[in-house]
C-alpha cells in the first residue's frame, strides 16, 4: 500500500524560502505513469494544484505560482520536495502531496493524499 507523508517547519517568516519534503513508502518516483504533486488549501478556500513531477523527472507548474516554485526529487530517498520562495502570509495553508496516474491540475483529480502539513508564513 503506497503512503505519503509530509514534513515541513510549521511555521516560517515572509520572504523566507521554505522546504517541504513528501516520503512515500510502498511504491516508487519512478513507476510508470504516476504522477507525483503539491496542492495546498489555504483557510476557508479551495485547494490548489501548486505544480507536480512526473515518474521520469519532468516538472509542471500552476502558471500563477511558476516564478516562484520548484520541485524536486531524491530518488535515493524515495522523497520529492516543494521549494516555495520569497513566502507571505497569503502562502499559509495545510500542504498535501498526492499521487495520480498522469498529469492532473485540478486537487479532485488525486485519489492518493497525504496527511498534509500545515504552514504558517508569519513574522
Known amino acids: 500500500q503506497v503512503q505519503l507523508v509530509e514534513s515541513g517547519p510549521g511555521l516560517v517568516k515572509p520572504s523566507q524560502t521554505l522546504s517541504l519534503t513528501c516520503t512515500v513508502s510502498?511504491?516508487?518516483?519512478?513507476?510508470?505513469?504516476?504522477?507525483w504533486a503539491w496542492i495546498r488549501q489555504p483557510p476557508g478556500q479551495d485547494p490548489e494544484w501548486m505544480g507536480g513531477?512526473?515518474?521520469?523527472?519532468?516538472?509542471d507548474y500552476s502558471p500563477p505560482l511558476r516564478s516562484r516554485t520548484s520541485i524536486s526529487r531524491d530518488t535515493s530517498k524515495n522523497q520529492f520536495t516543494l521549494h516555495p520562495t520569497s513566502v507571505t502570509p497569503e502562502d499559509t495553508a495545510v500542504y498535501y502531496c498526492?499521487?495520480?496516474?498522469?498529469?492532473?491540475?485540478?486537487?479532485?483529480?488525486?485519489?492518493?493524499w497525504g496527511q498534509g502539513t500545515q504552514v504558517i508564513v508569519s513574522s
Open positions: 510502498g511504491g516508487s518516483l519512478t513507476s510508470y505513469p504516476y504522477y
Open positions: 498526492v499521487r495520480a496516474e498522469g498529469l492532473r491540475t485540478v486537487a479532485n483529480a488525486y485519489g492518493l
Open positions: 513531477i512526473r515518474y521520469d523527472g519532468d516538472t
